[in-house]
């Protein structure tokens, strides 16, 4: 199966219970994760899915086309960002070929 060289997901910030907040991803299954802070959302958002993504092509399984950022559906004081990862080919020190992500903001 090929794979894109770039995968560009949103990510929605939003407060869940007083002090809690999440990112979610819409069409992604197990992408979620817990922050506490603005500042930390798009990093805890790209480690998400770049374990996601990993898995889902480790195990050769079809990625879900990303929702249109205009199409995304979030509560009120939501925050909603694209998140941006790019495929680069690594050859490891056994010659076996691993694929790093890494995001571009």
Request: aromatic fraction near 12%; proline fraction near 4%.
């Amino acid at each position: 199966m090929k794979y894109p060289d770039r995968y560009v997901f949103p990510a929605i910030f939003q407060q869940v219970e007083e002090g809690a907040r999440e990112v979610v991803f819409p069409v992604l299954d197990n992408a979620f994760t817990a922050t506490e802070t603005l500042e930390t959302f798009i990093l805890e958002a790209k480690y998400v899915l770049e374990d996601v993504l990993y898995f889902t092509e480790r195990e050769k399984l079809s990625v879900l086309a990303a929702t249109p950022l205009n199409e995304v559906k979030a509560t009120a004081g939501a925050i909603i960002q694209s998140i941006f990862l790019y495929r680069r080919l690594i050859i490891s020190t056994s010659l076996l070929q691993h694929w790093r992500q890494h995001i571009i903001i």
